[in-house]
């Protein structure tokens, strides 16, 4: 039995502003995607032929396919599923432009996949939550104790996630969040504690950070 890794990589990164897909900007002289992809190393149809060049240009041996991406993310999430190897006991979902997760949320997901189905990724809410009305006034203030904001990798035993994508499926449900299909089931994932260094580069200023940190992460 083995564990894959999911990377979806075929947004376009509309919220960058940029010439090229937010994943194929380069980070310390390296695609965004090829740094997420070096972490489980020790898409769009356009981008196919992008992604498999830089999977043999960076050596990335561990990648065993490269999946045309859907219309969004979920049906991108499904495409991959269906390629995986039915030796796949865990997977792991992981957004293309997270590059600093560490090795220590990786194994902790899938461990804490193997004893309670599925595992999230996640790290307090620091700030105050408000709720607001339709008007644009505060409504209320959300006690933030028990939120956690959702991080990737969300790690799963394969065929509950792929029979949450299937029920997904059945009930015209659209999610950008993969917990949140397997929730439906009545499952309740295991929290992993992430790391708020575990950002997801989707604006310039994310980009902008993302370099600043780097260099003390060795990209």
């Given at each position: 039995?083995s564990?894959?890794?999911?990377?979806?990589?075929?947004?376009?990164?509309?919220?960058?502003?940029?010439?090229?897909?937010?994943?194929?900007?380069?980070?310390?002289?390296?695609?965004?995607?090829?740094?997420?992809?070096?972490?489980?190393?020790?898409?769009?149809?356009?981008?196919?032929?992008?992604?498999?060049?830089?999977?043999?240009?960076y050596?990335?041996?561990?990648?065993?396919?490269?999946?045309?991406?859907?219309?969004?993310?979920?049906?991108?999430?499904?495409?991959?599923?269906?390629?995986?190897?039915?030796?796949?006991?865990?997977?792991?979902?992981?957004?293309?432009?997270?590059?600093f997760?560490?090795?220590?949320?990786?194994?902790?997901?899938?461990?804490?996949?193997?004893?309670?189905?599925?595992?999230?990724?996640?790290?307090?809410?620091?700030?105050?939550?408000?709720?607001?009305?339709?008007?644009?006034?505060?409504?209320?203030?959300i006690?933030?104790?028990?939120?956690?904001?959702?991080?990737?990798?969300?790690?799963?035993?394969?065929?509950?996630?792929?029979?949450a994508?299937?029920?997904?499926e059945?009930?015209?449900?659209?999610?950008?969040?993969d917990?949140?299909?397997?929730?439906?089931?009545?499952?309740?994932?295991?929290?992993?504690?992430?790391?708020?260094?575990?950002?997801?580069?989707?604006?310039p200023?994310?980009?902008?950070?993302?370099?600043?940190?780097?260099?003390?992460?060795?990209?």
């Amino acid at each position: 039995m083995s564990t894959s890794v999911v990377i979806p990589a075929a947004g376009s990164g509309s919220r960058m502003g940029a010439a090229v897909s937010k994943q194929l900007l380069l980070l310390q002289g390296k695609p965004i995607l090829v740094l997420t992809a070096e972490c489980f190393q020790h898409c769009h149809k356009r981008h196919l032929e992008t992604v498999n060049t830089l999977v043999r240009e960076y050596a990335l041996t561990k990648v065993s396919a490269v999946v045309v991406g859907g219309a969004n993310r979920q049906k991108s999430v499904m495409n991959a599923l269906a390629a995986l190897p039915s030796s796949s006991a865990i997977v792991l979902v992981h957004d293309a432009v997270r590059p600093f997760v560490r090795e220590r949320m990786i194994l902790e997901s899938i461990d804490k996949a193997r004893v309670h189905r599925a595992a999230v990724v996640a790290v307090p809410v620091k700030d105050t939550i408000k709720r607001a009305a339709a008007e644009g006034f505060i409504e209320t203030t959300i006690d933030r104790t028990t939120l956690w904001a959702a991080q990737t990798p969300q790690a799963f035993q394969t065929r509950l996630l792929v029979e949450a994508y299937e029920r997904a499926e059945q009930d015209g449900i659209l999610a950008t969040d993969d917990a949140s299909l397997v929730e439906r089931m009545g499952i309740q994932p295991a929290i992993v504690m992430g790391s708020y260094e575990n950002i997801k580069i989707t604006t310039p200023e994310d980009l902008d950070l993302a370099a600043a940190m780097s260099g003390r992460f060795g990209a």
